[in-house]
């Protein structure tokens, strides 16, 4: 196997060589680069004090959506930078009304939860929530999902990978009928971010949330908000905040004058110190390029495939390229046990109950730790 890109990348990630990470659709490693910009923060934070916020952090946001625009296909100035995924999901929600004919949110029940919560407590704002069965644990049921999409229907929140069986999903079919019904999709990119190419663009997505924890190996704290451009400046949201105002430093004491996108969609003051760390990763995916992870991604997910078949495991994931994402997902007998015995022995990975065990290697991984992650597991159920 032609393992340059970890020959290349794997001295910027130090835990690889501690372990064999097969963790990142969880958390991503950490690369140097943001240690080195923490540390960059906390400089600025101790010499520069105050004067800080206007040599570049309060618009830290924008640049950081910026950086991550080109890796998701979208235009600069459509990101805005939040706490999380679920606080990007409520901001969203916010702008609309769950009054009238029009006022249900229809999303499979193979959703992250984080959607599913979010949105469920917007029944107390008149919201009705349409939760259509999947298909089986591992694919959504697309006919009947297309078909609770209809012109009763406000927003479709649609991970674009399943969490838990990384099974990509139509999002192409459901963004079309959501069109053609006058709704709108909000869709969760976290676990395809850095991993699958994504151009939010071309798919038209009126809106996409997600974070950097996984394989954007950005850490936490730095989810992210796409509104598509012609949408943004048509929307209020009413989850604002001043950092959301046309003239923060107006301090007007008045209903919100609301800023320009991406502005408009910020809560409060910005999360400086995550959105320091995130940028390292952003920098490093672009680097490389989706396009480059992606056919390393395939290469070791299908061999980590081909061994657990060939050792009689069961696999929840999409056996085909083109449905699968970046996790490959193993039932063993007993998951749970086995997969805190893989950690004990070295191999980290986590379980997911109803799943079974997630794998995922990422650009610094290679072929060899997928065979030995493999040889461990097999002893350990062997045993
Ligand atoms: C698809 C998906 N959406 C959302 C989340 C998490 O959302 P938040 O950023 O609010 O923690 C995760 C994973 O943690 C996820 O896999």
Redesign the pocket.
């Known amino acids: 196997m032609n393992d340059a890109l970890a020959a290349r990348w794997r001295r910027e990630f130090p835990i690889v060589d501690t372990c064999t990470y097969l963790v990142s659709h969880?958390l991503g490693a950490m690369p140097r680069r943001a240690v080195e910009n923490v540390h960059a923060f906390a400089d600025t934070w101790m010499t520069r004090g105050v004067r800080a916020w206007s040599e570049g952090w309060w618009e830290i946001g924008r640049a950081a959506g910026d950086l991550l625009a080109p890796i998701v296909g979208a235009p600069p100035g459509s990101i805005s930078m939040h706490q999380?995924?679920?606080?990007a999901q409520a901001i969203i929600g916010s702008c609309f009304r769950y009054a009238g004919r029009r006022r249900k949110i229809v999303m499979t029940a193979l959703e992250?939860p984080?959607?599913i919560y979010v949105f469920e407590g917007f029944r107390r704002y008149g919201a009705e929530i349409v939760l259509v069965p999947g298909q089986d644990a591992i694919r959504t049921n697309l006919e009947r999902l297309l078909d609770a999409i209809d012109d009763e229907t406000v927003l479709v929140p649609l991970?674009l990978?399943l969490?838990r069986s990384s099974y990509i999903q139509d999002a192409r079919a459901v963004i079309a009928k959501a069109h053609r019904a006058g709704a709108h999709v909000i869709l969760?990119i976290?676990?395809a971010a850095g991993v699958i190419p994504i151009d939010l663009t071309e798919l038209g997505a009126a809106f996409a949330v997600?974070?950097s924890?996984?394989w954007l190996c950005g850490g936490p704290g730095a989810?992210y908000l796409y509104v598509r451009p012609d949408l943004g400046r048509t929307l209020e949201p009413a989850f604002a905040g001043w950092a959301a105002h046309a003239d923060p430093f107006a301090f007007e004491a008045a209903a919100i004058r609301y800023a320009d996108p991406p502005e408009r969609f910020q809560s409060g003051t910005p999360n400086v110190p995550a959105v320091y760390a995130a940028r390292a990763g952003y920098e490093i995916v672009a680097e490389i390029g989706v396009a480059a992870i992606r056919e390393k991604s395939l290469r070791l997910t299908r061999r980590l495939i081909e061994r657990a078949i060939a050792a009689g495991f069961r696999v929840n994931t999409p056996l085909g390229d083109d449905e699968r994402a970046g996790a490959v997902i193993v039932d063993v007998p007993d998951g749970d046990a086995a997969a805190q015995e893989l950690i004990r022995r070295g191999v980290i990975v986590d379980y997911r109950p109803g799943a079974g065990i997630r794998l995922s290697p990422h650009f610094y991984n290679t072929g060899e730790e997928i065979d030995y992650a493999m040889d461990v597991l097999t002893d350990i159920v062997g045993e």
Request: a neutral charge; charged letters at 10%.
């Open positions: 969880s999380n995924a679920s606080v992250f984080t959607n991970s990978v969490f969760d976290y676990q997600g974070g924890v996984k989810g």
